[in-house]
């Protein structure tokens, strides 16, 4: 099946890999690249290790960060995507949910627009990926219904798949492809702990929504939560949620650690999959 203009991703086959280059100073992980040489480095690596999909994110997007402008982010996002993009093959997704970085980001060859607010923020970015014939990652993102608290649902389930029948329906109408769509259950985006596990363990009522569905716990709070743990010792805590993300479902898992996580997938894939 089809995602981008230029790539073709045959989902259910096995589970793809997006590698998380981050060009953000502060960013959570702690593992932000400070200039576009050092982001083609990582996304060399990674690429080497077996990433599908490199995602370049420009700000944190941790909870309590505050937004940057568009100015400050381009400065971050774009000699990071033109960078990639002269010297490497593998498909680009840029990490923004504003327009004029989503339009210049396309410009530079990115292949996918990666909206963490699930079109809530700037609708108009389904337009750019139907002009563009770029793919549409769509996150149910809830930190909109209260900024500085996660709020308890009676049925989280139930709020995701609405939100992401909402964004995707949106995405449709706009002239987004079916096929180009992928959705993300937005773990640790105004969730509660237990409710990030409870997306987890029931990962697999996404699948409703007739699309791929991409799975990001890689180093979140929601692991150390369960651990007591920082994030740059959380990796076995990763390994075990993309396992069971495979096992329920997932098509895509976003992760900083390709080669342990390409490992991981490569096993739960011949379990899973056959």
């Not at 608290?149 to 706009?174: N, Q, Y």
């Not at 069971?244 to 390709?258: K, N, T």
């Amino acid at each position: 099946m089809r995602a981008t203009r230029r790539v073709r991703f045959e989902w259910g086959t096995r589970t793809f890999l997006m590698g998380i280059v981050n060009v953000s100073p502060d960013s959570f992980a702690g593992d932000g690249e400070s200039s576009a040489e050092g982001a083609l480095e990582k996304a060399r690596r990674m690429v080497g290790e077996g990433a599908d999909i490199i995602d370049i994110g420009g700000e944190s997007t941790r909870p309590g960060s505050s937004p940057i402008s568009v100015d400050e982010e381009a400065e971050r996002v774009l000699p990071a995507v033109h960078a990639i993009r002269s010297r490497l093959e593998v498909p680009i997704s840029v990490d923004t949910y504003k327009y004029d970085i989503a339009v210049a980001a396309l410009e530079e060859g990115a292949d996918i627009i990666n909206d963490i607010w699930g079109l809530k923020q700037e609708p108009r970015l389904a337009d750019l990926a139907a002009n563009y014939g770029a793919g549409m990652l769509l996150m149910a993102n809830q930190r909109d219904v209260s900024p500085n608290h996660d709020v308890e649902f009676d049925d989280v389930v139930h709020v995701v798949i609405e939100d992401l029948a909402r964004a995707s329906g949106e995405a449709t109408a706009r002239g987004v492809p079916a096929e180009h769509i992928i959705i993300d259950p937005g773990i640790g985006f105004g969730k509660t702990q237990p409710q990030n596990l409870t997306l987890l363990r029931r990962l697999r009522e996404l699948r409703c929504l007739g699309y791929p569905v991409l799975v990001g716990t890689s180093r979140k709070s929601v692991l150390g939560h369960v651990l007591q743990l920082p994030a740059s010792e959380r990796l076995e805590a990763t390994a075990a949620t993309v396992a069971l993300a495979i096992e329920r479902g997932a098509d895509v898992v976003r992760v900083h650690d390709v080669k342990q996580m390409w490992r991981v997938c490569r096993v739960a894939d011949a379990v899973v999959r056959g």
